[in-house]
């Protein structure tokens, strides 16, 4: 006997769930930064502290972490790779210790030159107009802020 799908049983359909279209999404765009960002010799989250600090350097690791929304604990570990890698510098702030202020070196602001294809190789892979992206990129950020609020974010 064939039971009848209701609504409820669509739901729960794997190609209905906007997470997993999120989610995969995300993979392939994983997959398709990795051999740019190895030229880099950066990893994804590495690219994303590196653009954070690319347009304002010397920042607390606060405010980096709450850019990317990541945690110090999350966070820590990146920066201590890219500070290995000497593209930047941790420093304790003099007027308030327990704060922690990321830098570039000239290694880091020399990167931004090399980064600068990046995006143009991501929309080109893409297939779409800088207009479809903004439109998508703006509608994503939209959809974040809500589940963040009713997560009281």
């Known amino acids: 006997m064939v039971r009848k799908q209701t609504a409820a049983d669509q739901a729960l359909r794997l190609h209905n769930q906007i997470c997993f279209a999120v989610y995969s999404t995300a993979h392939a765009f994983n997959r398709v930064y990795k051999p740019l960002l190895d030229k880099l ?3 994804y989250p590495q690219y994303l502290v590196m653009l954070t600090l690319w347009e304002r350097d010397g920042v607390p690791l606060k405010d980096i972490g709450q ?12 920066l201590k790779r890219l500070e290995a890698a000497e593209l930047i510098k941790r420093t304790r702030s003099t007027e308030d210790e327990r704060q922690v202020l990321i830098a570039l070196t000239p290694q880091g602001h020399a990167l931004r030159e090399k980064a600068k294809s990046v995006p143009q190789s991501i929309l080109a892979a893409s297939a779409c107009s800088v207009g479809e992206l903004v439109a998508m990129k703006d509608e994503s950020v939209a959809l974040r ?7 009281g974010e």
């Open 67 to 78: 850019r990317l929304f990541l945690d110090s604990g999350t966070l820590t570990p990146l």
């Open 145 to 151: 802020d809500r589940l963040n609020a009713v997560l």
């Open 41 to 43: 010799g950066l990893t």
